[in-house]
C-alpha cells in the first residue's frame, strides 16, 4: 500500500530528512555504519515519487549487489506501490548490459564489429580461458606470465578507462609491455566471439556515452535522479560512468540530473579492484556546489558493539574521525573464544547456535557466519550437516561455477550467440565425441589463416574444406555443427528456454552420460543440472521484471534465451545465489556481507594471517584495508557478536599455527568476555558437549542432516580439501613473479618452514618481506 509523502519522514532524524528532502545541487551523504544511509536512499527515492511529482521511469539507483538491488525495489514498492516497478534499481554491470543492449546499433559503431545486441558476457573464468588462449598465441611462458596475472592487469587497465593504445603507450618495462600486447589481442578475441568481459560492461558503456553525444542526452533527459550507494566502492570508470549520466551544465542543454550518493569510507574494502575512496574524499571537488551531509547515530548495533568498531578503525592513519552513538543501550559483551583447532571453532560457534535457538533468543534466520575466505566455510559445513543445522553459504564455490552447470550454459550461450569461441571451444568436445585436440587445433589454425571467426572455420571443417583434418574429425565436426543447428532450430522456432535447455542435455547424451555413470559425483551433478532446469522453468514463468510500456517496446521479443543468460552471468557475479527460504543461518566471507545485518554475528579466524590476511602484514595499505574489512565485520552485527579464533588451522595441508589477530588486541578489553583463552585449553575438542539434536536417534539426525544438504546442494558441494600447495623454497638471487607485485628478486632469506621469509625487490613496486607459507601468490622462474 503506497504511504503519504510525510509517512515517508516520519521517525527520521534531522540529518536524514534534511538528505531526503535535498533538491537541486549533488548530495554526499557520509556517515558511518548502521546510520540509516541505506534507508536514506530508499526514502529519497519513495519521496521523489510521492512528494515530487517524479515517474518512476526518470529514477535510476545503483546499489552493490543484486540482492540489494532487490530488496531495494522491494522497499520502495512497500512505501509507494507497484509503480516502483519502472525505476531501474541494479547494480553498475546490469544497469550497463541493461543499456548497452538497448544501444546495440551504436555499440557496433563504437567497436567496428557486429557486436549483436544478444553478446555473451564472459566472466572471471570465460576471461581467463580466453587470456591463456591469446598469451599461447602470443607464445608468452605461461610461468612467467601467468594468465591470472595478466588478467588481472588488463582489468586494471579497464577500471582506469585506459585503451589499448594508451596502454602500449604508456607500457613501461617488460610485464607491462606484455601486457599492453594481450590487452590488445584479448579485445580482438571478444570482438569476434561477440562477448564483453565485466569490465567491458562498464568501460564501453562509458565510451558509447562520450563518443554518441545524442545518447548520453536521450538518458539524461530520461533519468533526472541518479542515486548510488556504497559509493566509497566505486573504482574510476564507475566514476565517469556515474558522470556521463548525470552529465554537466557544459555538457547539453540538459539540466544536470539530480545525483545522490552515499557511503562510508571506513567501508571501503575493494581496493583490489580498483575501487577508490577518492570518489567520497573528492567528492566536492569532482561535483562543484555539492552538499555533504554527516550521520551519526547509529540504529543498528548495541553500544557495545560499536565502541568495538570504533576502537578498532580507529587504529586507520589518514581517516577523518567520526563517532558514531547509539540508543540502544550497552547490550550483552563481546563474546570472545579460542579454540584448539579449526574444528573446535566451528564445534564452538554450532553449540552457541544450538543454544541460541534452544532459548528462543532467536532463529537460525537471524544469525550469520563470518569468515575471511571462502575455503574457510567448509568446517562450518561439515559440523553442519552433521547436527542437521540448516544453513547456506552465500558466495563462494558457487552452483553457476560448477563445471555441468558451466558446460549447459555454455550450449545455450553458443545456441544464443554463434560466435561465441570461449563457449564453442568449451563444448566441442563435451561430452566426448571424437573431436581431439590436434583437431581442434587445426581449426584454430585455419581461423587464424584465414581470418575468419572459430565458429566459420568450424564450419568449413564440417564441410571437407581444411584439408589438414583427417576425415574422422571432419565427420565428428559435421555431426557437432549439425546439432547445434538443429538445436538452435528449437530456439528459432520459439521454444522456451527450459525445453531447449532440456533437448541440449538429451540429444547431446550429456545426461545419458551422467546417468550411466557410477561415479557419485555424478549423481549429484544430475541433480544440479536438474536444479538449473528448474531455474530456467522459473524464469519463464516469471516472465522477467514488469517493464513500462516504453520499455517493453523495444526489448526484442526473441530474446529470452538471451535474457536468461544475461540473468544468470550477472546474478552468478557477485553475491549470489538465488534466495533460499527462511531460517536457516547465513555463511559468507565478510566482504559478501556489506550492507547487510544480523542480530547475531559469529566473526571467526580472527588469527594474523587469516584476518588479517597473509598479504596484508607486511603491507600497511593493505593491513588498513583489512581493518576497514573488520570494521565492516563487526559493525553487521545487532546484538550479539561472537569473535574467534584458533591456535592451529590447516593450511593447504599443513597445520600452522597463528597468533591472534592484531585487531583483537585493538578492542577494549573490558568489551570482552572470554570464554576459553589460550591457557585453559584442554586437549581435544571432545571437551565440547552437544545438545540434544545430536544425541537424537539415527534417522532423525539424517533427516536433519539431509534437509541441511538440501539447502546446499543449489550452490552445489564442497569438492574437499584444497590444493596442497607446498611452502616455497626460495634463495638469494631467485627471480620470482608475484600475482600482484609482478617480477621481483629475492634480496634476503629468513627462518624455515613456516617461518620461512623471504625480500623481495620487485622494482617500481618496492621491496617487500613476504610470508613464504603455503597459499602466497608467487612463484619461482
Ligand atoms: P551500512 O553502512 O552498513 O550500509 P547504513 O548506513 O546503510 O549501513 P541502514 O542499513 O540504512 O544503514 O540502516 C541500519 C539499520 O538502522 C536498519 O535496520 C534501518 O532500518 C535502521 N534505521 C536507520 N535509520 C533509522 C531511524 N531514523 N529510525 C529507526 N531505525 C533506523
Ligand atoms: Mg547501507
Known amino acids: 500500500a503506497a504511504e503519504g509523502p510525510d509517512a515517508l519522514l516520519d521517525g527520521l532524524n534531522p540529518q536524514q530528512r534534511e538528505a531526503v528532502l535535498h533538491t537541486g545541487s549533488p548530495l554526499l551523504v557520509v556517515a558511518g ?42 522497499r520502495v514498492t512497500a512505501l509507494v506501490g507497484p509503480r516502483a516497478n519502472a525505476m531501474w534499481v541494479s547494480t553498475f554491470h ?52 601467468p594468465a591470472r596475472t595478466l588478467a588481472a592487469h588488463v582489468s586494471n587497465h579497464k577500471n582506469e578507462l585506459i585503451d589499448p593504445q594508451r596502454a602500449a603507450a604508456l607500457a613501461a618495462g617488460d610485464l607491462e609491455r606484455r601486457v599492453a600486447e594481450v590487452y590488445a589481442a584479448y579485445q580482438r ?110 540504529y543498528r548495533s548495541t553500544q557495545t558493539i560499536l565502541s568495538a568498531a570504533n576502537a578498532v578503525i580507529a587504529r586507520n592513519p589518514n581517516r577523518r574521525d567520526k563517532r558514531l552513538w547509539t540508543e540502544a543501550g550497552d547490550g550483552h559483551k563481546i563474546i570472545g573464544y579460542v579454540a584448539d583447532n579449526e574444528h573446535d571453532e566451528a ?9 541460541l535457538v534452544d532459548s528462543g533468543e532467536c532463529g537460525n534466520g537471524d544469525i550469520a557466519v563470518f569468515y575471511r575466505t571462502n575455503h574457510q ?32 550454459l555454455a550450449y545455450l550461450r553458443v545456441l544464443a550467440n554463434p560466435e561465441d569461441t570461449v563457449s564453442l571451444r568449451r563444448i566441442l568436445n563435451v561430452p566426448k565425441r571424437g573431436i581431439g585436440d590436434r583437431a581442434e587445433s587445426c581449426v584454430s589454425a585455419h581461423a587464424e589463416r584465414e581470418r575468419v571467426s572459430f565458429a566459420a572455420a568450424l564450419r568449413e571443417a564440417a564441410a571437407g574444406r581444411i584439408p589438414e583434418l583427417n576425415p574422422r574429425s571432419q565427420r565428428a565436426i559435421a555431426g557437432f555443427v549439425d546439432l547445434v543447428d538443429e538445436l538452435r532450430g528449437l530456439v528459432d522456432a520459439g521454444e522456451d528456454v527450459a525445453a531447449v535447455l532440456d533437448a541440449v542435455l538429451d540429444r547431446t547424451g550429456y545426461r545419458a552420460e551422467l546417468e550411466a555413470s557410477d561415479d557419485p559425483q555424478d549423481g549429484s551433478r544430475l541433480d544440479n543440472l536438474t536444479e538449473l532446469v528448474t531455474v530456467a522453468r522459473e524464469f519463464t514463468e516469471g516472465a522477467g521484471p514488469v517493464e513500462e510500456a516504453e520499455e517493453a517496446a523495444d526489448v526484442p521479443a526473441q530474446d529470452s534465451l538471451a535474457a536468461f543468460l544475461e540473468r544468470v552471468s550477472l546474478v552468478a557475479d557477485s553475491d549470489s545465489v538465488p534466495e533460499q527460504g527462511e531460517g536457516v543461518v547465513t555463511l559468507m566471507t565478510l566482504h559478501t556481507a556489506k550492507g547487510l545485518e544480523f542480530p ?8 594474523d594471517g587469516v584476518f588479517p590476511h597473509l598479504r596484508a602484514l607486511s603491507e600497511p595499505a593493505e593491513l588498513a584495508e583489512e581493518r576497514r574489512l573488520a570494521y565492516v565485520g563487526i559493525t553487521r552485527a545487532r546484538q550479539r557478536l561472537y569473535l574467534s579464533r584458533s591456535l592451529m588451522r590447516s593450511a593447504w595441508g599443513q597445520p600452522v599455527t597463528n597468533p591472534a589477530s592484531r585487531f583483537l588486541d585493538e578492542i577494549p578489553h573490558d568489551l570482552l568476555d572470554w570464554r576459553r583463552v589460550e591457557s585453559e585449553r584442554s586437549g581435544p575438542s571432545a571437551a565440547t558437549t552437544w545438545g540434544r539434536r545430536s544425541t537424537g536417534g539415527d534417522s532423525a ?81
Open 33 to 74: 555504519a548502521g546510520s540509516g544511509k541505506t534507508k536514506v536512499l530508499t526514502h529519497r527515492i519513495g519521496y521523489l515519487l510521492a512528494a515530487r511529482d517524479v515517474h518512476p521511469g526518470q529514477v535510476m539507483a545503483i546499489t552493490f549487489t543484486n540482492k540489494a538491488a532487490a530488496e531495494m525495489k522491494e
Open 94 to 145: 546490469s544497469m550497463c548490459v541493461r543499456l548497452l543492449r538497448r544501444e546495440a546499433k551504436q555499440l557496433r559503431e563504437l567497436l567496428d564489429s557486429d557486436m549483436s545486441s544478444s553478446f555473451s558476457i564472459y566472466d572471471a573464468d570465460d576471461t581467463r580461458r580466453l587470456v591463456t588462449l591469446v598469451a599461447r598465441d602470443l607464445d608468452l611462458d605461461p610461468k612467467r606470465y
Open 189 to 298: 578475441r571478444l570482438g569476434e566471439a561477440n562477448a564483453l568481459d565485466f569490465d567491458d560492461l562498464i568501460m564501453r558503456t562509458v565510451q558509447l556515452l562520450q563518443a554518441f553525444p545524442e545518447v548520453a542526452e536521450h538518458y539524461r533527459r530520461r533519468f533526472r535522479h541518479v542515486l548510488v550507494d556504497e559509493y566509497q566502492d566505486t573504482n574510476h570508470a564507475q566514476y565517469v560512468l556515474v558522470r556521463e549520466l548525470v552529465g554537466t551544465e557544459a555538457d547539453s542543454e540538459v539540466e544536470p540530473s539530480e545525483l545522490c550518493v552515499v557511503g562510508d569510507a571506513d567501508q571501503s574494502i575493494y581496493a583490489f579492484r580498483g575501487a577508490t575512496i577518492r570518489n567520497i574524499v573528492e567528492f566536492e571537488r569532482d561535483f562543484p556546489n555539492a552538499r555533504t551531509i554527516l550521520l551519526e547515530q547509529n
Open 347 to 355: 564445534a564452538f560457534v554450532a553449540s552457541e547456535i544450538d543454544k
Open 377 to 408: 566455510s567448509r568446517v562450518f559445513e561439515e559440523i553442519f550437516i552433521r547436527l542437521g543445522l540448516p544453513y547456506r553459504v552465500v558466495g563462494g564455490v558457487r552452483f553457476y561455477e560448477r563445471r555441468e552447470v558451466r558446460d549447459a
Open 600 to 607: 547475531v554475528v559469529f566473526c571467526t579466524g580472527w588469527e
Open 701 to 781: 539426525q539424517a533427516g536433519l542432516a539431509e534437509r541441511g544438504m538440501r539447502t546446499t546442494s543449489f550452490r552445489g558441494w564442497r569438492s574437499g580439501g584444497e590444493a596442497a600447495a607446498p611452502a616455497l623454497k626460495l634463495e638469494v638471487g631467485d627471480r620470482v613473479n608475484h600475482d600482484k607485485y609482478g617480477l621481483g628478486t629475492v634480496v634476503a632469506t629468513e627462518g624455515s618452514g613456516p617461518r620461512a621469509t623471504a625480500t623481495i625487490d620487485f622494482g617500481s613496486a618496492g621491496t617487500i618481506k613476504l610470508m613464504l607459507i603455503g597459499g602466497v601468490p608467487l612463484v619461482k622462474l
